[in-house]
């Protein structure tokens, strides 16, 4: 069955850092790779989208790589800060809206 | 400022009772989702729409779950009866499938308890 792994339900770092969050991915060949942030009692909320086709996105301080042959995604916060403290959730999808398959997230906290 | 909305924000109920939640997907977005968010199991679709069309409830518990569009600006999703199991964070989400991301837009989701 289809499954994915993001490294670790939490990651401290101090602030100014990169953080870097890590989404793996089994049995499973997605259309394309999403990146949503979710804080406390809140919906997701959609950051970024990179394509199968595609090695790397980039977005303000934001950046998502997509291997496919590692089955890997890395998404990295440059320059971090407190405000950036969120649950990160990636997620996997086949065509325009069509359900996506979710990790269960990794929760970030920055350290001032 | 679009947005999808959900109510009730919270519900706390006692097993055997009857649960409806409702959502507004956001207007022109011709996609609904419904998710249901546990700490154990993550983020995990329940049912989707397009066009009002129930296209996968594969998801939900036929028994006891039911989801429906009554028209494009509301989206219900009924648990009767309740079981303190169904206790999770249930999200509504709507999208546009002509957009290139596909993201999707989710609403603030239903906290409910069941006792």
């Known amino acids: 069955s289809q499954k994915i792994e993001q490294n670790s339900e939490a990651l401290n770092i101090q602030e100014g850092k990169t953080a870097t969050l890590t989404c793996n991915y089994t049995?499973?060949?997605?259309?394309?790779l999403q990146w949503y942030r979710q804080d406390p009692g809140r919906g997701p909320v959609f950051l970024l989208l990179i394509r199968e086709n595609e090695k790397e996105k980039r977005k303000e301080r934001l950046k998502v790589t997509f291997d496919t042959t590692l089955k890997q995604s890395l998404f990295h916060i440059t320059a971090s800060q407190p405000a950036d403290s969120a649950t990160y959730l990636c997620?996997?999808?086949?065509?325009?809206?069509?359900?996506?398959?979710f990790g269960k997230g990794t929760r970030l906290s920055v350290i001032a | 400022d679009a947005r999808v909305t959900q109510t009730p924000r919270h519900k706390v109920t006692e097993m055997g009772q009857e649960v409806t939640m409702r959502c507004q997907p956001i207007l022109g977005h011709n996609t609904v989702f419904w998710y249901r968010q546990t700490m154990m199991q993550g983020l995990e679709l329940l049912a989707y729409?397009?066009?009002?069309?129930?296209?996968?409830d594969s998801g939900m518990p036929k028994d006891r779950f039911s989801a429906e569009m009554p028209d494009a600006t509301l989206a219900t999703l009924k648990i009767q009866p309740s079981e303190p199991r169904d206790s999770a964070v249930y999200f509504c989400a709507s999208g546009l499938v002509r957009t290139r991301r596909g993201e999707q837009f989710f609403g603030p989701g239903t906290r409910l308890t069941v006792l």
């Open positions: 049995n499973y060949s997605p259309a394309y």
């Open positions: 729409f397009r066009n009002r069309a129930p296209l996968d």
């Open positions: 997620a996997l999808g086949n065509s325009g809206n069509t359900p996506l398959v």
